[in-house]
T-cell receptor, first 115, second 113 residues
Framework: DGGITQSPKYLFRKEGQNVTLSCEQN?????MYWYRQDPGQGLRLIYY???????QKGDIAEGYSVSREKKESFPLTVTSAQKNPTAFYLC??????????????FGPGTRLLVL | AQKITQTQPGMFVQEKEAVTLDCTYD???????LFWYKQPSSGEMIFLIY??????QNATEGRYSLNFQKARKSANLVISASQLGDSAMYFC??????????FGTGTRLQVFP
């Protein structure tokens, strides 16, 4: 089955701790994205990557970091600099950036809670 | 300025009836794409339907259709023959010349028997 997997489903962070959210896809998609969703809100873009070893900041990149060493994987690290990390995090991928019609497909999400 | 506006925080519809979820957008690009996603309580975003700015016909996917009125900058989702499983949050999104999807704040649809 092709799709996007995110782990863990729930993640707890202590103050001052960095945590990493996993996102893996086997759709052979070039582009991958990370979004944050707060209660009652739409999604906001954190980072995106159009190709391996390259990524760009989205609208709310502060306090987050990413890497794209493999086409299939796009992990997101929530650093201690992110003061309000409690949210639902969604990873998405698309065939390749460029053009309006490239649909983004989403993983099941990770819910991050601060202890 | 908000680029995607969904003015209906919540909607109710009876099973087997049709419902329209509103979405208006703002862009100066000539080329753009409009998407609708469904988010059930599990949290996953499920792609429903896409409309390109140059598409002359309204998009349809099964029970979903997109009422695209370019001059009014609206892209309303129509769900025909509602089912109990349609109860969820629905998000309208737009993709411009950049690679970003811009989302609205969503509409919560509840289908009752």
């Amino acid at each position: 089955d092709g799709g996007i997997t995110q782990s863990p489903k729930y993640l707890f962070r202590k103050e001052g701790q960095n945590v990493t959210l996993s996102c893996e896809q086997n759709l052979n998609h070039d582009a991958m994205y990370w979004y944050r969703q707060d209660p009652g809100q739409g999604l906001r873009l954190i980072y995106y990557s159009q190709i391996v070893n390259d990524f760009q900041k989205g609208d709310i990149a502060e306090g987050y970091s990413v890497s794209r060493e493999k086409k299939e994987s796009f992990p997101l690290t929530v650093t201690s600099a992110q003061k309000n990390p409690t949210a639902f995090y969604l990873c998405a991928s698309s065939i390749g950036s460029g053009g309006d019609g490239e649909t983004q497909y989403f993983g099941p999400g990770t819910r991050l809670l601060v202890l | 300025a908000q680029k995607i506006t969904q003015t209906q925080p919540g909607m109710f519809v009876q099973e087997k009836e049709a419902v329209t979820l509103d979405c208006t957008y703002d862009t100066s690009d000539q080329s753009y794409g409009l998407f609708w996603y469904k988010q059930p309580s599990s949290g996953e975003m499920i792609f429903l339907i896409y409309q390109g700015s140059y598409d002359e016909q309204n998009a349809t996917e099964g029970r979903y259709s997109l009422n695209f009125q370019k001059a009014r900058k609206s892209a309303n989702l129509v769900i025909s023959a509602s089912q109990l499983g349609d109860s969820a949050m629905y998000f309208c999104a737009m993709r411009e010349s950049t690679d970003k999807l811009i989302f609205g704040t969503g509409t919560r649809l509840q289908v009752f028997p």
